[in-house]
């Protein structure tokens, strides 16, 4: 296996075992971090699959950027949200979901 | 159990995944040899900027905008509980960051100026500019932004950077298409984007941190 | 330099532009940016299905590279149909929400450079030749629907927002991997190279990629048993909000799910297409059901969007003929036209009443007529009665079901009708039979009733001029 088909390999791991955290974990803040294994998963797959010839193609690292920046700003808005839901956890006991009508 | 199923079929998946990976044939298109042909016409000689910039500059410029709408988003999800009581500032800390920050500046702007021909660019410029005022403001120097008074200047800094790109976008419209570069003014335009984005990244990127700091630095 | 060639550029340059003016200027002037933008982008769309000619597809090549190297723009009669449906819902709810926020400026302040990123993304969507491009304006489109629920910072919009973002990360992220496969075998992100490279035995990545894209699209459309997310976020935002998520924004990943299925994995696509509509079919029984059992009149409408939902995914064995396109076009169309008039009419009733509930609602006819005649209308369309837009997507619908001998997809959508029927009149019941209750109702300014009037009234008349609409999509118009 080469070097680069490696990468790709591992970012396939990577990305499955933020599938499987989205999942399994109840912490909504290590579940934020699930989603940020299952984008640098798919990242590296994108740039693992791209450079087989050996030779970097600068097409998937610039659209790795563009994802980067695209995973920092759902990122921040989530944890944005996380925290405002846990203050008003505090002021008030219970947080209870409207689920249906 | 739920934990074992789903712990099988991620397994089954990965190794899908896997095994599809690597059966992959090599790819039919190439896209290296399209992007060295026409480097000379992209204003700027490294490859990922010239990507970046000018072939798939239109990601880039949606990038912005979700960058944007994020710290917008936040801003609606309505004000946070006000800071604890003041804490006093370490007087050597301040001191650090003091020493620090022009490096830093001069770091960001070094970066920016490289982006043209090695890695660099807004993004890393801004990111270390926005990490200066993350550093100064964990200092006790700059305190936290707030949300719901937010000023003029500074909602004009967010968007400043956002807004030329757009508006250098729509003026190459003349030339035929969105972002049309002419090949010569190619490299001037795109280092006149990238000034302006380094600067509204770096609020934009320090305001995802400004607005939800409960601490405000002991800063008055 | 103005053709309508470049119309599709300012379809997505103009809200980004009003979107951040508004954030820079402010709620008062924002709202008026929003609704002079929307009112222009409608003058625009309009021109460019007045002058559409379906042999002559529209492309814009960003930057004059041309794909695979730059990206491209391509317009075809189904991404103009849903640039129309866009601006024609999104215009009268800017209007709406003109009126409905002016009391809230902490709630507006946010609402119009969200509301422009939204609208701007949905147009960039519709019109993105590149899955990687898509990826990114599927993001503008998630994070600004789920910032928009989040206005105001309630308790429950926040927890809403929260499980909304999450499903829509999980979507996404799919997606992204997808896209990666696709990249690693064939290169390119352009949909006019990728379709001629697929040929009749594409590489196994090929194939995980199409189910992973696919899934997280439907993920993000909220096809049963995905919906989990739908009900709180659409049920607890505001009024405007609601009715732009449920209108547009579901569609916009339905579209996608659509375009890619027909076009792109068209070879991996027959043998699977059971799955969507055994799921569609589930939608509508499984979102009827509870919506019939609602006591929020806002969350009756949104289970009642779940179910509207499932009739989108009910043709997936009959594509991809032309028929069975029209018939879910002419559904999305119906739908978004007729939901976004109920969730408005719902915010007219639950300002004046001053509670979320059908109990809320009675004897409310004498009160707010127009309100409960627009509510009506809407239900009509959903009801699939004639002469509603609704009714003619219903009919195509049966129509070419029928033509296949698919007798199971005629059946669904005839008891998702009666089901529709009963929850449509349990909620008018609420308002005409029990007797007026003796509280005294808040006025609401007539133009929030005019409006949610107006996008009722469309979704009626759409019917009588659906034939104009289906001329848009290739194909013999019947």
């Keep these: 296996m080469s070097s680069e088909l490696l990468f790709a390999v591992v970012g396939a791991l990577i990305f499955t075992l933020g599938v499987a955290g989205t999942v399994l974990v109840a912490n909504l803040l290590r579940r934020i971090l699930a989603f940020n294994l299952m984008g640098s998963g798919a990242f590296l797959v994108l740039v693992g699959l791209a450079q087989r010839g050996g030779e970097s193609d600068p097409v998937p690292h610039a659209m790795v950027l563009t994802g980067i920046v695209v995973a920092v700003a759902a990122t921040a808005l989530a944890l944005a949200l996380l925290r405002k839901q846990h203050e008003m956890k505090d002021s008030e006991e219970e947080l209870t979901e409207i689920d249906d009508g | 159990m739920k934990r074992a199923i789903v712990i099988a079929a991620a397994l089954v998946f990965g190794g899908l995944l896997i095994n599809a990976i690597v059966d992959l044939p090599s790819s039919p298109v190439d896209l290296r040899i399209a992007v060295a042909d026409n480097m000379a016409n992209s204003g700027v000689s490294h490859p990922v900027t010239a990507v970046l910039l000018n072939f798939r500059g239109y990601d880039t410029l949606l990038e912005i905008a979700v960058l944007l709408l994020a710290l917008i988003g936040l801003m609606a999800a309505g004000p946070m509980l006000p800071p604890p009581p003041n804490q006093p500032a370490d007087a050597l800390l301040q001191k650090l960051a003091r020493i620090a920050t022009p490096p830093v500046i001069v770091v960001g702007g070094y970066l920016l100026w490289a982006g043209a021909f090695r890695p660099g660019g807004a993004f890393q410029a801004g990111a270390v500019l926005a990490a200066a005022m993350v550093l100064l403001h964990l200092s006790g120097l700059l305190s936290a932004w707030n949300a719901q008074l937010l000023p003029l200047a500074r909602r004009v800094i967010l968007v400043g950077g956002f807004v030329l790109f757009l508006c250098i976008s729509v003026a190459l419209l003349a030339a035929g298409s969105l972002l049309q570069y002419p090949p010569h003014q190619a490299g001037l335009l795109i280092l006149l984007i990238e000034s302006g984005l380094t600067l509204s990244l770096a609020a934009i990127l320090a305001g995802l941190f400004l607005f939800l700091s409960r601490d405000n630095g002991g800063a008055p | ?478």
Excluded at chain 3, 341 to 347: I, L, Q, V, Y
């Design chain 3, 1 to 478: 330099m103005v053709e309508p060639v470049t119309f599709v550029v300012w379809l997505i340059v103009l809200p980004l532009a009003w979107a951040v003016a508004a954030f820079v200027t402010g709620e008062r002037i924002g709202a008026w940016l929003g609704v002079v933008g929307s009112a222009i982008q409608t003058f625009l769309v309009v021109w460019m299905v007045a002058t559409w000619d379906v042999a002559v597809p529209v492309i814009h090549r960003v930057g004059g590279w041309g794909a695979p190297l730059g990206i491209d723009l391509a317009v075809d009669g189904l991404a103009l149909a849903m640039l129309l449906l866009t601006q024609v819902v999104s215009l009268p709810l800017t209007i709406y929400a003109r009126s409905y926020f002016s009391e809230d400026a902490s709630k507006s302040r946010h609402f119009w450079p969200l509301a422009g990123f939204l609208i701007a993304g949905l147009n960039a969507l519709f019109v993105s030749a590149d899955v990687f491009n898509i990826y990114v304006t599927l993001e503008i489109v998630g994070l600004s629907a789920v910032s928009l629920v989040a206005i105001g910072g309630g308790r429950a919009q926040i927890s809403a927002a929260l499980r909304y973002l999450f499903a829509t990360l999980i979507g996404s992220g799919a997606y992204l991997l997808g896209v990666a496969l696709i990249y690693g075998a064939f290169g390119s992100v352009s949909l006019a190279t990728l379709i001629p490279l697929v040929g009749s035995n594409p590489p196994q990545a090929f194939a995980l990629a199409g189910l992973l894209m696919l899934f997280g699209l439907m993920l993000k459309t909220a096809l049963f048993p995905f919906h989990y997310w739908l009900p709180p976020a659409h049920g607890g935002a505001a009024a405007p909000v609601s009715a732009l998520l449920s209108a547009l924004v579901v569609k916009a990943s339905f579209y996608l799910t659509l375009r890619l299925w027909t076009e792109l994995f068209a070879s991996i696509a027959d043998d699977i297409a059971w799955i969507p509509a055994l799921l569609g079919a589930g939608a509508i029984l499984w979102g009827s059901w509870r919506a019939i059992q609602a006591i929020r009149i806002k969350m009756l409408i949104a289970y009642s969007t779940v179910a509207q939902l499932g009739y989108l995914f009910l043709v997936f064995p009959l594509l991809p003929g032309q028929d069975a396109i029209r018939a879910t076009v002419m559904q999305a169309c119906a739908h978004g036209a007729a939901k976004a008039a109920m969730f408005a009419a719902a915010g007219v009733l639950i300002k004046a009443t001053g509670q979320d509930t059908m109990a809320g609602l009675a004897g409310m006819t004498g009160r707010l007529p127009l309100t409960l005649f627009a509510f009506g209308l809407a239900g009509m369309t959903l009801m699939g009665l004639p002469p509603s837009s609704g009714f003619l997507a219903k009919w195509q619908l049966i129509e070419a079901g029928m033509a296949r001998d698919l007798w199971i997809i005629p059946v669904v959508a005839l008891a998702g009708g009666l089901l529709t029927a009963v929850y449509i009149f349990r909620i008018l019941s609420f308002a005409f039979l029990l007797s007026p209750s003796s509280v005294k109702i808040a006025t609401v300014p007539r133009v929030q009733e005019w409006t949610a009037f107006a996008l009722a009234a469309g979704s009626v008349l759409l019917g009588l001029r659906g034939v104009e609409l289906m001329a848009l999509l290739p194909g013999q118009v019947p």
